[in-house]
């Protein structure tokens, strides 16, 4: 029996159902599309993007950069991260505009900012590469958006960012200045950036004269500049994408194939790489301490040049002087250091500046700038106090008394100390020697360098006014008076070497201080100038003083006794003027010295204030000697010009003459041997002093050096200490001597020379009764009615001088052939005999007119 069963299909059961999942999966998916484009929309609206406003803004940090006083040698640049130098797209080479295109964006003049191409092959690279490497699709305009506005994130928020500003900036800004930005920002490796700076770094170039292969090299280092410096290890790499960068400008169009195929094969040499990239490291932060000070961050960080006024020539054998000289005393006489400072001293520029033997030797700390260090200047420090002296009315003539004295009030003049005081409390300094001179000469004093001597002298002259005129000159560390003393003449303040060598440009410019600087320009990146040097000479001393210093110090005869006719202070062939110093235990030793074009100042020593073996002349004298050597090499001799010292003998009084032996005088005729009177002529003027032998003190009043002598000169602090030292020794040494006593001053006046025995001149022809022809020559004929024989006639015409005779007095002239001939016309005969008697005649004579 056939039974009809109803079979089960699931199938066909289910596909209601899953109909309805379907649509249910369909609805899911449309709702998170709707989720996700709300999502979307509600991300876009808060979406933002850098201030395109910001990108003319954008905050580009310049190098500021130091060079030499050529404004060509870079000493250093001083920005601490980047070395950048912006350059207008007028100023960069065609060479490197091409490279960089070719190797970065072939495109660059095509697209709008962005190649949509590029981009996908990015996007599908980096989703699909499972190397772990990531392909880029940035056009130049993207990597200057990437590198100026945006950070360095790998985010789509920040590609978005940035393919947006590249369009942008595209939109509003000419390709050319697009492509100057970017290479203003590239980097070239360590703080290089900008092609000018890599091309000054690697070529010693300007960017707009790179060849086509050095332009290659450039366009190829900011892919990876580290990898590929010049410098490093992976000179191939660079080699190779050098080449990559010539065939990618071959293939563009931008080279013929005859320029790759040269270019490929020119070699191509760099600049050696600079260990320190710095130059004359303590001169560098002397400047860069000027520029902090003086101008604000946001200055420096927009980039200025500062031309300074080192000339780098002489710092190179400057710093090897030094280094040589302070390792030679480093081996022989305990002194590992050294410093040297060079000024012009007609501008006050700043020459050379060595602040030690070797900036980057930490065993003697040699990155401390001694030049500006504080240290004590021994008997280099003198010259300002006979400056002082010398400006007050004492002369190089003037003589004190180089004997043991004690200078403390707490001690007698024997140098014991007073009851309840202690030796401690005495004062009686030393000569280098140990002995002592009797009478000396200011001159001599200060060219041999006597102690005793200048600590009397600076006693005379005060402190107050001493201090006063080294300030004036310089010297700006003696500013407390209170904490000094007579110690200080002999060293015991402190000082810089740079201001000393300062000071000592007064004597070497007559007087004039012209401040030291280390600047001639500086300009900002856009030719605005910030500050450019002025000369600014005022006179500090009087001229005759500072002549007179330089004289001192340029006599070799007057310092050979100290320091023998063949010292490091000799220079042959030049006239130098020098100074040396040495402080106590020889723990400083200087030479300051001078012609007048240059200044140099030369310290030896010890950081650490060791003391040395030997002292200024034989430490700093030799680094001196032969560098002042080289400074003066090129240059035409100059001599210093000569001080007047004629004093007149009646005006002033005879101990500021050099007359030790007493201060009350008397004049004689030589001839007569009696008393002179005002017809005495100075031929046969003779002073006479009594001798009456005493201290200086007993002679000058401190407060009024020119005036008579004090009243009561025992009221001066230092008076019994001087005199008793002075009196001890004449006692000694009188009969040594010669003496003028009063009774042998003479009663009666010169009668040689009077009124009455004058010579007498009776001119016979020409006369004034008689008219001559212009054209005759007219014969002198004359009688003399003096006393004495004629020895001299001098003869003026109209005022005019024409000439001097002797005898037999054979003189003639012609009228037509005087300038002023006039119808009246007078001649002057001043005439003298042999005892130098003057008398003057007068007479008219007339010329015959046509």
């Known amino acids: 029996m056939n039974v009809h069963t109803n079979h089960y299909h699931p199938r066909h059961k289910l596909k209601p159902k899953a109909k309805k999942h379907f649509r249910n999966f369909v609805f899911f998916v449309f709702g998170l599309i709707i989720i996700a484009t709300g999502l979307g929309i509600i991300w876009l609206a808060n979406f933002k993007l850098p ?79 499972t190397s772990g490497g990531t392909q880029g699709g940035s056009t130049i305009t993207q990597q200057l958006v990437k590198n100026s506005l945006l950070n360095n994130k790998k985010t789509i928020t920040r590609k978005i960012q940035e393919w947006i500003l590249a369009m942008q900036v595209d939109k509003s800004l000419p390709k050319e200045k697009i492509l100057e ?64 960068v010539l065939k990618r400008m071959f293939e563009v169009g931008f080279l013929t194939e005859e320029e790759y195929k040269k270019a490929k094969e020119e070699e191509v040499l760099f600049v050696p790489k600079q260990t320190n990239n710095i130059k004359a490291p303590h001169f560098v932060f002397f400047i860069k301490e000027y520029l902090e000070n003086k101008y604000s961050k946001q200055v420096l960080d927009e980039g200025v040049k500062v031309t300074t006024t080192l000339d780098w020539k002489l710092q190179e054998k400057a710093e090897a002087i030094v280094k040589e000289g302070a390792l030679q005393n480093a081996k022989d006489w305990n002194g590992n250091n050294a410093s040297l400072v060079a000024i012009d001293p007609k501008t006050g520029q700043i020459l050379t500046m060595v602040g030690s033997r070797d900036y980057f030797d930490k065993e003697i700390d040699g990155n401390f700038n001694v030049s500006t260090a504080k240290r004590q200047p021994g008997s280099s420090f003198k010259p300002f106090i006979y400056a002082t002296a010398f400006n007050k009315g004492f002369t190089p003539s003037t003589v004190v008394f180089d004997l043991f004295t004690e200078f403390s009030g707490s001690c007698n003049a024997y140098g014991q100390p007073l009851p309840g005081r202690s030796s401690s409390s005495c004062y009686n300094p030393q000569n280098y020697d140990g002995k002592y001179r009797g009478p000396i000469t200011l001159k001599n004093a200060l060219a041999q360098s006597v102690n005793i001597p200048a600590v009397k002298l600076f ?72 500050e450019e040097f002025t000369p600014k000479p005022r006179e500090v001393i009087p001229r005759n003083t500072a002549l007179s210093i330089s004289n001192i110090l340029s006599d070799n005869q007057a310092r050979t006794p100290t320091f023998g006719a063949n010292s490091q202070l000799v220079i042959p062939g030049r006239e130098v003027a020098a100074k040396t110093g040495t402080t106590n235990n020889n723990k400083d030793a200087w030479t300051v010295g001078y012609s007048p074009s240059v200044v140099v100042g030369v310290w030896s020593g010890n950081n650490d204030n060791t003391s040395m073996k030997k002292g200024g002349v034989a430490m700093a004298g030799p680094i001196w000697n032969k560098f002042i050597k080289e400074a003066l090499k090129d240059t035409p001799s100059e001599n210093f010009e000569k001080p007047d010292w004629n004093l007149d003998p009646k005006s002033t009084k005879p101990v500021l003459r050099g007359n030790w032996q007493g201060n009350e005088n008397f004049f004689i005729d030589k001839i007569s041997g009696k008393l002179a009177t005002e017809n005495t002529p100075q031929e046969t003027l003779q002073e006479k002093v009594l001798t009456n032998v005493h201290s200086i003190l007993y002679w000058v009043d401190i407060n009024d050096i020119k005036g008579p002598a004090p009243t ?61 022809n212009p054209d005759q020559k007219i014969q002198l004929k004359f009688e003399n009615y003096g006393p004495f024989p004629l020895e001299k006639m001098e003869i003026f015409i109209n005022d005019i001088f024409m000439g001097s005779v002797k005898s037999p007095f054979v003189f003639s002239f012609i009228p037509r052939e005087l300038e002023n001939l006039s119808n009246v016309n007078t001649i002057k005969i001043i005439s003298y005999d042999n005892v130098y008697n003057r008398g003057e005649s007068y007479t008219r004579f007339s010329i015959i007119q046509p």
């Open 51 to 129: 201030d395109f406003r910001a990108f003319d803004e954008r905050k580009v940090v310049n190098s500021t950069k130091i060079y030499d006083k050529t404004g060509t040698i870079l000493l250093y640049d001083v920005h601490e991260d980047i070395r950048r130098t912006n350059i207008p797209f007028e100023e960069m080479g065609s060479n490197i505009k091409n490279a960089t295109v070719a190797i970065e964006d072939a495109e660059f003049y095509n697209h709008k900012g962005i190649r949509v191409t590029s981009i996908i092959r990015a996007i599908l690279f980096n989703f699909t590469n």
């Open 181 to 244: 930005y970017y290479l203003n920002e590239s980097p070239y490796g360590g703080n290089i950036y900008g092609i000018e700076e890599a091309s000054r770094t690697f070529f010693e170039k300007k960017s707009q004269d790179l060849t086509i292969a050095e332009s290659a090299y450039l366009a190829a280092i900011p892919q990876s500049p580290t990898t590929l410096s010049p410098y490093g290890k992976n000179k191939d790499k660079l080699d190779d994408r050098k080449n990559l």
């Open 459 to 530: 006693y005379l002259a005060g402190m107050r006014d001493s201090l006063k005129t080294a300030e004036d000159m310089g010297i700006n560390t003696l500013t407390d008076i209170s904490r000094y003393g007579l110690t200080l003449v002999i060293g015991g303040g402190e000082v810089t070497l740079l201001d000393i060598t300062s000071a000592y440009g007064v004597f070497a410019n007559n007087g004039v201080r012209n401040p030291y600087t280390g600047i001639l320009k500086i300009e900002k990146s856009n030719g605005e100038v910030l």
């Open 712 to 772: 009561n000169p025992e009221s001066d602090s230092q008076f019994n200490s001087w005199e008793t030292s002075v009196r001890n020794w004449w006692v000694k040494n009188s009969f040594n001597y010669p003496a003028t006593y009063a009774n042998e001053k003479p009663i009666t006046y010169d009668n040689i020379h009077t009124e009455e025995n004058k010579p007498k001149i009776n001119l016979l022809i020409p006369n004034e009764y008689d008219a001559y």
